[in-house]
């Protein structure tokens, strides 16, 4: 009897909880046993995420953690790298702007001379202020256009090299090549639009209501009119080299701009009746060299990247 009350006072073990995971061995629906309980305890270990060295170990680079979402590192390397990418950007504008800044303040002194190359396309037409700081208002913004147009090689650096830490070190070698198409065509877009598509807008609107309304120009309203249009074809000549580029970087196929031709027509004569006044024949004289633009782009491409499966990397 004793032995017998010896085993009853005698502390049972407690008994192991079942998981659901350990009910049933690793290879075969058993039940629960020590093999079961070794098996299901190494399964969840290998489960558990592990710390790996990125590089081998040996580059001296800290360990990332092997989980991608959650809040893991990766996601934080993520967020570091976009606002990285934001700052860079902040400063590349930074330097445009003190160069516009620089460049402008030294056409200030030849302030003269640029107004009236400026005021050439109005073919002797008077352009009136409205208050009493018009003139000086006037002289300031065709200084800061000219500073803008002197530094156009530095702004297009400054663009390019923002994007150059996301190429290829094959495609790095394309950055001076595009700077100097980019400034070169960004040139020529202004100087067409400047001798040949101004004069002929201004005389055609100024030609409405001849005789019966006296067209009454002010400064301000004629520079930036005239500055939209400038830039506008000056950015828009640089189309091709866009494509080029993005087709030596396999982002745009030679099948993808034939096949949008009828969306290029819409956003180019969208954008022509932004910038210019809402009539049909200034948009016209604005979107017909856009889209003889579009079309050189197709080839570019189509030379650029004849297969499409073919990247320059």
């Known amino acids: 009897m004793s032995s017998e009350e010896d085993k009853t006072n005698k502390p049972q073990p407690i008994p192991r909880r079942v998981d659901r995971a350990d009910y049933y061995s ?44 959650g809040g893991g590192s ?3 390397e993520k967020v570091i790298g976009f606002l990285d990418h934001l700052e860079e950007l902040r400063w590349r504008l930074i330097r445009i702007l003190l160069g516009v800044v620089v460049a402008g303040s030294a056409a200030l002194f030849f302030g003269d001379e640029i107004f009236v190359f400026v005021l050439k396309p109005l073919d002797g ?48 070698t394309f ?14 877009g202004s100087w067409f639009c400047y001798r040949f598509v101004l004069p002929v807008a201004i005389t055609y609107l100024v030609s409405f209501g001849d005789g019966a309304l006296t067209p009454i120009i002010t400064v301000d309203s004629y520079l930036t009119f005239a500055g939209m249009m400038v830039l506008s074809f000056g950015a828009a000549f640089n189309m091709p080299v866009v494509s080029f ?16 031709r009828r969306v290029a027509v819409v956003v180019i004569l969208i954008f ?32 650029a990247n004849p297969s499409s499966g073919k990247s320059l990397g």
Request: charged letters at 15%; aromatic letters at 12%.
């Open 26 to 69: 690793a290879d075969a629906n058993t039940l629960d046993t020590p093999a079961s309980h070794e098996a299901s305890d190494s399964k969840r270990n290998e489960s558990k995420p592990q710390k790996v060295q990125s590089g081998g170990g040996s580059s001296g680079t800290p360990p990332v953690s092997a989980t991608s979402g």
């Open 272 to 303: 022509a009746a932004i910038i210019t006044p809402p009539d049909v024949f200034t948009q016209i004289l604005i979107g017909a060299p856009m889209y003889v633009l579009f079309e050189i782009s197709i080839i570019v491409v189509r030379i």
């Open 245 to 260: 580029f993005l087709a030596k970087m396999n982002l745009l196929k030679p099948d993808m701009l034939p096949k949008s």
């Open 74 to 76: 990766w996601d934080s």
């Open 125 to 172: 037409l008077k352009l009136h202020v409205t208050t009493v700081t018009g003139s000086f208002y006037a002289y300031m913004v065709v200084s800061i256009f000219a500073g803008l147009f002197a530094i156009i090689p530095y702004v297009f650096y400054q663009l390019w090299a923002f994007v150059a830490p996301g190429l290829y070190k094959s495609e790095k």
């Open 175 to 188: 950055i001076l090549p595009a700077v100097m198409s980019s400034s070169l065509l960004f040139a020529f």
